[in-house]
C-alpha cells in the first residue's frame, strides 16, 4: 500500500504559478499527476518515470507546467507557470507499479486531491 498526500493549490490569478507537491511513503514507482474539472472527465496532465528518465505531458499544458521528483524525499511536484482559468481543476497526485501511462486504470495509487482555482 503507498500513501500519496497532496498539498499546494490554492487560488491564483491567471498569468500566475503555482507549484503543488504530493509526499509518498515510497518512491519505487512511476508517478503522474492528473486533474479533473467539474462535469469533464479525469485527465493525464503530466507523468514521469521512476528515475525521471522520461516525463510526458498533456498538450493543453507542454511548455507551461514541469513534473519533477525527488525519490530521496519521496515528493512529487507539479510546477505550474502561465496558469488559465481552464486550469482550474482538483489535482491529483497518483503511482503505478507498472511503468508510466497517462491512463488513470494503470496507477493503483491516488492521493485525496488539491484544489487550484485560476481567477481571471
Known amino acids: 500500500q503507498v500513501q500519496l498526500v497532496e498539498s499546494g493549490g490554492g487560488v491564483v490569478q491567471a498569468g500566475g504559478s503555482l507549484r503543488i507537491s504530493c509526499a509518498a511513503s515510497?518512491?519505487?514507482?512511476?508517478m503522474a499527476w492528473f486533474r479533473q474539472a467539474p462535469e469533464k472527465e479525469r485527465e493525464c496532465v503530466a507523468d514521469?518515470?521512476?528515475?525521471?528518465?522520461?516525463?510526458d505531458y498533456a498538450d493543453s499544458v507542454r511548455g507551461r507546467f514541469t513534473i519533477s521528483r525527488d525519490n530521496a524525499a519521496k515528493m512529487l511536484y507539479l510546477q505550474m507557470n502561465s496558469l488559465k482559468p481552464e486550469d482550474t481543476a482538483v489535482y491529483y497526485c497518483a503511482a503505478s507499479r507498472s511503468g508510466p501511462s497517462r491512463i488513470s486504470p494503470d496507477y493503483a495509487y491516488w492521493g485525496q486531491g488539491t484544489q487550484v482555482t485560476v481567477s481571471s
Open positions: 515510497a518512491a519505487n514507482f512511476a
Open positions: 514521469i518515470t521512476w528515475a525521471s528518465l522520461r516525463t
